[in-house]
């Protein structure tokens, strides 16, 4: 494992730049939908500090939540945000609410990837879950993130559904 300390982020301007370089980095090597292109937003590649700012803000105010980053030293090599949320997981005619876990997301430097420093942070993470009762964690994956989704697997997550989307005007 990566020589890393994981730590709660905090409402600082050293966490917001690391964030928002991590985040940057992370769109741009998977040329990813950044801040939910499908709704009608900001495409990655033209988020700036400002969208950064609120996304990160927001992030940290989420009542049920976990920011993490991973550090060497003074350098920020990933992040896990992570929320409990109440999901109905029996079907539309049923009414049985449990709360599980969620990667919201995961980024890490391209010089540390390989290392164990996404497996710290979701360590970390699933302290946390667990000390607040939740035993089930869920994530989303971009289809063309087969990287990340092939990490997952490894880690013993199972797909079982697809989330699709159609912009009609």
């Known amino acids: ?73 003074d350098k920020y090599i990933g992040y896990l945000f992570g929320t409990i949320e109440a999901v109905n997981d029996g079907g539309y005619h049923t009414y049985r609410m449990n709360e599980v876990g969620r990667i919201e997301s995961l980024a890490v430097a391209a010089d540390a990837q390989g290392q164990g420093v996404s497996s710290r942070l979701r360590d970390a993470f699933f302290e946390w879950l667990k000390s607040e009762g939740v035993t089930i964690c869920r994530v989303s994956v971009k289809t063309k993130n087969e990287k990340a989704a092939a990490i997952y697997h490894h880690w013993g997550f199972e797909a079982d559904e697809v989330r699709m989307w159609k912009r009609i005007g």
Do not use: C, W
Request: charged residues 30%; negative net charge; without cysteine.
């Open 1 to 73: 494992r990566a020589p890393v300390n994981i730590i709660e982020a905090q409402n600082t301007e050293a966490d917001f730049r690391g964030f928002a370089a991590l985040d940057t980095e992370f769109n741009r090597a998977y040329d990813m939908i950044g801040f939910g292109e499908e709704y009608g937003r900001i495409p990655a590649g033209e988020i700036g500090m400002d969208e950064y700012r609120v996304d990160f803000e927001a992030q940290l105010a989420h009542p049920r939540s976990r920011f993490l980053f991973a550090k060497d030293g």
